[in-house]
């Protein structure tokens, strides 16, 4: 049942999609990195931002963008917004005041240098920046009356499948196969993905014997046709990490997520030479330099950025677009109850976006501002299609005049 990784079919990749090459240079990662994201050809006059704001109301961070001309632009923030707040005002909104959003490709590297903030780069820079963006991309495709994925290099796909996950480290195999089993009746889905090891934990289980009796029993439970996925959250250190991939691999599971510690890329690297398993990597990530190293090294066979963690839409593009050079699928990691829409949005263009994503849990909190409703049926989540993020903005609206500024 052991594929490789380099198996596109394996990996479900559409190779019409991509253009993967034999030998990929730094210099080829870095042209691809560096080549042009955003398409505002159709928006003929500047949009210069007059404000932007952070709202709360009914258990949602809301940034809303506005332009000197009346448009408007609506984000969604993590909860992560409930502490990073000072950072986000005091040192990112600021550089944004009085520049045309036209030109936001190139204010992302400004507001990098701006107050000297790449003294703080890392998650939680990278996480207010993207929340900038997002209300900013939301405000040019309501002007231009395109979803964000037609400003990004073009929607090629609308129907994205999922996979379920419960987050559950507490539970006894037998327990989490009746999670699984559940969320896989409530959506139609066909794969699933568990939590193995005890997090950064230094080898050591959750529960003594929980991950190897687990992994067995899954693929016992779920047929041979189900996608498993495994996530070892930083768990475990080289020897340990191979002896449970080789686990999977007897099984078949679809890929190993983050076995070693975010940080220890050359023992994610050793991992993955060990194994044919496909190691999904990244989540953590802050660094366009260390995808590429990751990319470059094969330190990992699926790249994981998370929309929010790393910047947005448009670093994460580069991110995909150097993985795509080396036949690499990218499936975003979600953080956030409003997450899982950026998460479809990138789906929607990315041409080498992994075969599942995941069914965040947090979905019934944001999925009132979008009509219909979101919600999967068939194992299958259907993207927004209208402009800019999708939302139906007479309701947000509605939630906004009710909001207070944070």
């Not at 398409?39 to 809301?62: C, K, M, R, T």
């Not at 009509?371 to 299609?385: L, N, S, Y």
């Amino acid at each position: 049942m052991v594929n490789t990784y380099n198996d596109l079919t394996y990996l479900h990749l559409d190779s019409s999609l991509i253009q993967a090459k034999s030998n990929v240079s730094i210099a080829d990662l870095e042209e691809a990195a560096n080549s042009t994201v955003l398409n505002v050809d159709g928006i003929a006059s500047p949009v210069i931002i007059q404000s932007i704001e952070l709202l709360f109301n009914n258990g949602l961070y809301f940034l809303r963008t506005r332009s000197k001309d009346g448009s408007e632009g609506v984000a969604v923030a993590s909860e992560r917004a409930a502490y990073l707040h000072p950072l986000l005002k005091q040192l990112i909104i600021p550089y944004f005041i009085g520049k045309d959003a036209r030109d936001l490709e190139l204010l992302l590297d400004g507001v990098y240098v701006y107050q000297s903030n790449y003294k703080l780069s890392g998650l939680a820079l990278w996480c207010c920046i993207s929340w900038v963006e997002a209300s900013l991309l939301d405000m040019l495709g309501r002007i231009s009356g395109k979803p964000i994925g037609d400003l990004l290099g073009g929607v090629i796909r609308n129907e994205i499948p999922i996979y379920v996950a419960s987050g559950n480290r507490g539970t006894t195999p037998e327990e989490e196969i009746e999670v699984l089993q559940q969320k896989v009746a409530e959506t139609g889905a066909r794969a699933v993905k568990f939590k193995v090891g005890g997090r950064m934990s230094k080898n050591a289980d959750s529960i003594e014997g929980r991950s190897e009796a687990l992994i067995y029993l899954a693929r016992k439970t779920f047929s041979n046709d189900f996608a498993i996925h495994a996530d070892g959250n930083g768990s475990y250190d080289p020897p340990v990490a191979i002896k449970y991939g080789k686990i999977l691999e007897e099984i078949g599971a679809f890929f190993y997520e983050e076995p070693c510690p975010f940080e220890h890329l050359e023992d994610t690297k050793e991992v993955a030479d060990a194994l044919q398993i496909p190691l999904a990597f990244g989540e953590q990530e802050t660094s366009i330099r260390r995808f590429r190293w990751i990319i470059y090294n094969d330190a990992a066979q699926v790249v994981q950025p998370d929309l929010q963690y790393n910047g947005g839409f448009i670093r994460n593009t580069r991110v995909a677009r150097m993985a795509a050079l080396k036949g690499m699928p990218v499936t975003p990691h979600i953080s956030g109850g409003y997450g899982y829409i950026y998460m479809l949005h990138f789906a929607t263009y990315i041409p080498n976006i992994g075969k599942f994503q995941e069914d965040k849990a947090g979905v019934k909190v944001s999925d009132y501002l979008f009509t219909p409703q979101m919600e999967v049926k068939d194992g299958v989540f259907r993207a927004p299609t209208g402009p800019g993020l999708g939302m139906d903005y007479s309701v947000v609206n509605k939630v906004l005049r009710k909001a207070y500024l944070v």
